[in-house]
């Protein structure tokens, strides 16, 4: 294997996917969900390095490492490499891969997603192991449904069961202040125990949003269809949710995918105050803000 890229580059950025709009729109056959999502990247994620090693391997370190079992062939990190390579006809690269692990796991900010993702970047940047754009996108979806967004990492649309992605109206500048109680949720029991799934379509998306109060409004609009379930299933997202509306500078907030975390919408340089304050209530909760969206 040639020099990596990585030793060289800073590696790959796995960002943290937010749903700020989630609707389920319907079901498949094969029971996968239809949604219609406004998906977005706060600068809040995990890190993926690799170093030439003798045989692959993954370590990870980071405040969330304890909960990743990193050899299990379930480890989407070591499946995306082995899937690229096989689709390359290649023997799986020999590395060692280093995942930071910022994002807590299960908590509906696609993490996992989002380093299987950052796998395929960072092996993509390899020579001899590029794929055409469809070709990826087609093996990010077999790894998870919202593999593909996060291959992409920018504000879009998402439709189907997360493969169809659509460019968004230019959106104006936020703040975001993220919050997990540090209580895992499965994402499969909150889809399961959905209590319609036959729910309307995102209203239709103006040309541009002028401004955030104009963006604020349009989301009100909107909804997270799993967020009845997993408050349900897990109160402690009600607790979050409630916390976050105690404070002025919160425009909007609302839970993430099928949670825990939640996130608060602020104007630009609230963020970081806002964390602060729901930090100070809750020491115990994971809370993370970002201004770069
Ligand atoms: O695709 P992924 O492995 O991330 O999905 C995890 C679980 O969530 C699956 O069990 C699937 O049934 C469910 N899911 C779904 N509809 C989606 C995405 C995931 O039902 N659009």
């Known amino acids: 294997m040639p020099e990596l890229e990585s030793q060289k580059g800073a590696g790959e950025f796995a960002r943290a996917k937010v749903n700020l709009a989630l609707h389920i729109t319907g079901q498949r056959d094969d029971g996968y969900h239809m949604l219609d999502s406004l998906v977005v990247f706060p600068r809040i994620g995990d890190h993926l390095s690799a170093t030439p090693s003798d045989k692959l391997s993954l370590e990870v370190t980071g405040p969330f490492s304890t909960d990743l079992e990193p050899q299990s062939n379930n480890n989407l990190v070591l499946k995306a490499i082995r899937r690229l390579s096989q689709a390359k006809n290649c023997a799986p690269p020999d590395i060692n891969l280093s995942l930071e692990k910022n994002l807590p796991v299960a908590s509906g900010i696609g993490g996992g997603s989002a380093d299987a993702a950052a796998a395929l970047r960072l092996l993509m940047r390899q020579p001899g192991f590029t794929l055409a754009s469809e070709d990826i996108h087609a093996i990010a979806l077999e790894l998870g449904a919202d593999v593909p967004v996060c291959l992409k990492q920018v504000a879009v649309r998402m439709q189907g069961i997360g493969e169809l992605l659509s460019p968004l109206p230019s959106l104006p500048d936020f703040g975001m202040v993220i919050a997990n109680p540090r209580?895992?949720?499965?994402?499969?029991?909150?889809?399961?125990?959905?209590?319609?799934?036959?729910?309307?379509?995102?209203?239709?998306?103006?040309?541009?949003?002028?401004?955030?109060?104009?963006?604020?409004?349009?989301?009100?609009?909107?909804?997270?269809d799993m967020q009845v379930t997993a408050e349900a299933l897990c109160p402690a997202i009600t607790d979050v949710l409630s916390e976050m509306d105690q404070h002025p500078e919160t425009l909007l907030n609302r839970m993430s995918g099928s949670g825990a975390t939640c996130f608060a919408l602020c104007r630009c340089g609230d963020e970081k105050n806002l964390a602060a304050r729901i930090q100070k209530s809750h020491p115990d909760w994971w809370v993370a803000f970002s201004d770069e969206l």
């Open 183 to 224: 209580v895992a949720v499965s994402t499969p029991a909150i889809f399961k125990g959905l209590q319609a799934r036959n729910n309307p379509s995102l209203p239709d998306l103006p040309e541009s949003f002028a401004s955030l109060d104009q963006l604020i409004v349009y989301l009100r609009e909107t909804r997270n």
